[in-house]
């Protein structure tokens, strides 16, 4: 029997405004899809992520008085080369997808990952008046997506290799080292023009043995940020990751520590750029990452 069509959706998150922060490509299963099959159509998009949805819990129950649980959904994240166990920006676009489509009527869903349980709440800006805009005559509400992810710790890392990291970073200074417990390698720079000014050499990169490359300086005092960073993962298929949610798992309770504060706005130094306002839950090592989103596209995968 032939596969059903499956809905796609674009979402750039991170951003308010279309053709910036992070794109992600959202896919509804309705039916099984071979790890191949997964795969493939992530390479076919070949976006920094695609993400596959499958509804865990039945519809909602019409009638208001029923019991109703909180919706899940099962979610992974694949990369055009492989899956990854974390993933931050295509999680806020699947949460604006879900709370944009009417497949839950509640502000909060579940979604069961290789991370374990990660939760998406939808909050509304303002009153119910500021919380309503107007696009092509219709009344859009305007919100932002609150996602609990955990911390993801960082630890010393061997000095020895700074030298081929700067190299990497084509020169840059680097102030300070450490490993992610992702695998990546954490680089704090002199400053957050220093992340910006940078020129990654994307070959050495990729030769560095761990997984990607983190970067982050402090932001200019003149700024409205706390800090800045980037992201860099060419062994995974993504040379440099315009918006990094999960990388901010890490950044942030190094900040904390840092700067003596449990509340970030960040910057995200990418060509595409991002925001993402942030809490650190210390008590529970959790981080609340928090952003707006834009759909750009829709569509259906035939095959």
């Not at 039916?31 to 695609?50: H, I, K, P, V, Y």
């Not at 944009?100 to 290789?114: A, C, D, M, P």
């Not at 210390?282 to 750009?296: F, H, M, S």
């Given at each position: 029997?032939?596969?059903?069509?499956?809905?796609?959706?674009?979402?750039?998150?991170?951003?308010?405004?279309?053709?910036?922060?992070?794109?992600?490509?959202?896919?509804?299963?309705?039916?099984?899809?071979?790890?191949?099959?997964?795969?493939?159509?992530?390479?076919?998009?070949?976006?920094?992520?695609?993400?596959?949805?499958?509804?865990?819990?039945?519809?909602?129950?019409?009638?208001?008085?029923?019991?109703?649980?909180?919706?899940?959904?099962?979610?992974?994240?694949?990369?055009?080369?492989?899956?990854?166990?974390?993933?931050?920006?295509?999680?806020?676009?699947?949460?604006?997808?879900?709370?944009?489509?009417?497949?839950?009527?509640?502000?909060l869903i579940e979604f069961?990952?290789?991370?374990?349980?990660?939760?998406?709440?939808?909050?509304?800006?303002?009153?119910?008046?500021?919380?309503?805009?107007?696009?092509?005559?219709?009344?859009?509400?305007?919100?932002?997506?609150?996602?609990?992810?955990?911390?993801?710790?960082?630890?010393?890392?061997?000095?020895?290799?700074?030298?081929s990291i700067s190299k990497a970073l084509n020169g840059a200074s680097v102030i300070d080292i450490k490993k992610t417990e992702n695998d990546d390698i954490f680089a704090v720079l002199p400053s957050g023009k220093t992340v910006v000014d940078i020129e990654p050499q994307f070959d050495d990169i990729r030769k560095l043995p761990r997984r990607g490359l983190i970067v982050t300086g402090v932001a200019p005092p003149d700024s409205e940020f706390d800090f800045f960073s980037r992201f860099f993962c060419p062994k995974c298929g993504v040379d440099e990751d315009p918006v990094c949610g999960s990388a901010h798992c890490s950044i942030v309770p190094y900040w904390s520590q840092k700067l003596g504060k449990c509340d970030f706005l960040a910057y995200q130094a990418s060509p595409r750029s991002g925001i993402l306002n942030i809490h650190l839950d210390e008590q529970n090592q959790r981080v609340l990452l928090r952003g707006k989103a834009v759909t750009v596209m829709e569509g259906c995968v035939l095959v």
């Amino acid at each position: 029997m032939a596969k059903k069509p499956v809905k796609y959706t674009v979402v750039d998150a991170f951003t308010e405004s279309a053709f910036k922060g992070n794109p992600a490509a959202v896919c509804l299963l309705e039916e099984e899809r071979d790890e191949d099959w997964l795969q493939a159509l992530a390479m076919e998009f070949n976006m920094s992520e695609t993400c596959y949805l499958t509804r865990i819990t039945e519809p909602e129950p019409l009638d208001s008085s029923a019991t109703i649980s909180t919706p899940r959904f099962r979610l992974r994240w694949f990369t055009p080369v492989d899956e990854v166990n974390l993933c931050g920006h295509a999680t806020l676009a699947a949460a604006h997808f879900i709370f944009t489509s009417s497949l839950v009527k509640g502000n909060l869903i579940e979604f069961i990952t290789l991370s374990g349980v990660l939760t998406a709440r939808k909050v509304m800006e303002g009153d119910k008046s500021d919380a309503l805009k107007w696009e092509n005559g219709e009344a859009q509400e305007r919100f932002y997506i609150e996602l609990d992810f955990p911390t993801v710790p960082v630890v010393e890392y061997n000095s020895a290799d700074v030298a081929s990291i700067s190299k990497a970073l084509n020169g840059a200074s680097v102030i300070d080292i450490k490993k992610t417990e992702n695998d990546d390698i954490f680089a704090v720079l002199p400053s957050g023009k220093t992340v910006v000014d940078i020129e990654p050499q994307f070959d050495d990169i990729r030769k560095l043995p761990r997984r990607g490359l983190i970067v982050t300086g402090v932001a200019p005092p003149d700024s409205e940020f706390d800090f800045f960073s980037r992201f860099f993962c060419p062994k995974c298929g993504v040379d440099e990751d315009p918006v990094c949610g999960s990388a901010h798992c890490s950044i942030v309770p190094y900040w904390s520590q840092k700067l003596g504060k449990c509340d970030f706005l960040a910057y995200q130094a990418s060509p595409r750029s991002g925001i993402l306002n942030i809490h650190l839950d210390e008590q529970n090592q959790r981080v609340l990452l928090r952003g707006k989103a834009v759909t750009v596209m829709e569509g259906c995968v035939l095959v």
